[in-house]
């Protein structure tokens, strides 16, 4: 754009009380409508927080410090910035407000740092977990519609930890990926696996969050879980987890993931369960029914709870490609 058209005034003498107006201002000329409010609340908000905390310079160039050591310790099998996300409850607020679910569907939870691309696809029965030292664990689950129609050729991303507590990407000499598989369900909808059971674990405490989470004095423990992400067209995306009942850190995860409708009992095969799956009689259960929402009904009631929370800030919106914008027209 001719800069020239920029419409603002001489940008000088700016004080602490008129300079948020004027980089507001100077960003207003931005064609894409919703980057242009994102832009306004982030500098309003930036801006703010500068103020109400009377950040020293101290503090600016230490928190941009922070900031650089969360890039530099990122890899291709790291990402400290979801970490980072992650722990400061963000990562679940935005999934929250992005996936909502109605009553009768699965919660979805942090998707976390681990998920990887590199799984193989397997077949229901597969055995995903190779850990020799991991309790053996059988998982039965179903995926259904809301209205309990089983949907069949969902394509399901499982990962879990060994039983150390480690993701096959934390460690640097492995042979490829485990705990991990690709899977789809079949006509009646069901899926299962043999995998081993979850266990608690820290998450990684080494990098720059770790030394924060140590300086907040939080533990940096999350509860024993199993990750799973759900894809199919015309079905909202779910990236969920299912927590043990019981564990330890069940009510003070370090990312907050938890949520009631996500926890299971961990049980014992019966002795038909054992021959029907081929697994042995002390493997543990887990079973769980997966209800996944209608992309068109997720996306209603994403723009009504939208257009609900601009109207309790008193804002004049419309939606642009299902997200809020100011309505100036
Ligand atoms: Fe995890």
Not at 141 to 154: A, E, M, N
Request: hydrophobic share 35%; with cysteine; net charge negative.
């Amino acid at each position: 754009m001719d800069p020239s058209l920029v419409n603002v005034p001489p940008l000088k003498n700016l004080t602490i009380d008129n300079i948020t107006d004027n980089v507001k201002l100077i960003n207003s000329n931005c064609e894409n409508p919703r980057l242009k409010y994102i832009l306004e609340r982030l500098v309003q908000h930036l801006h703010d927080f500068a103020r109400e905390t009377r950040l020293s310079h101290e503090e600016w160039m230490t928190g941009l410090l922070f900031l650089t050591a969360v890039g530099q310790k990122c890899t291709d099998v790291r990402q400290e910035f979801i970490l980072l996300s992650d722990i400061l409850g963000l990562s679940l607020l935005v999934d929250s407000i992005d996936h909502p679910k109605p009553p009768a569907s699965t919660e979805g939870t942090v998707l976390g740092p681990f998920h990887s691309h590199e799984a193989e696809i397997e077949p229901n029965g597969a055995q995903i977990a190779h850990d020799p030292d991991g309790e053996p664990c059988l998982v039965l689950c179903t995926i259904k519609d809301t209205d309990g129609k089983p949907i069949s050729d969902v394509k399901i991303d499982i990962w879990e930890t060994d039983s150390k507590g480690f993701y096959d990407v934390q460690y640097p000499g492995r042979e490829g990926p485990d705990q991990r598989a690709v899977m789809h369900s079949d006509e009646k909808g069901i899926f299962w696996f043999k995998a081993i059971t979850p266990v608690p674990y820290p998450i990684p405490a080494d990098g720059p969050v770790g030394k924060l989470l140590i300086e907040l004095r939080r533990h940096c423990y999350r509860p024993s879980h199993m990750h799973f992400m759900f894809e199919k067209v015309g079905f909202d995306h779910l990236i969920t987890a299912l927590y043990l009942r019981g564990d330890p850190y069940e009510t003070s995860d370090a990312v907050f993931g938890v949520k009631d409708s996500l926890i299971v009992d961990l049980k014992t095969v019966s002795s038909d369960q054992a021959r029907e799956y081929g697994v042995s009689e002390k493997s543990r259960l887990i079973t769980y029914d997966f209800v996944l929402v209608s992309e068109e009904e997720s996306r209603k009631l994403q723009e009504k709870n939208a257009m609900d929370a601009m109207k309790a800030l008193g804002r004049k919106m419309k939606l642009y490609n299902g997200l809020p914008i100011p309505d100036v027209d």
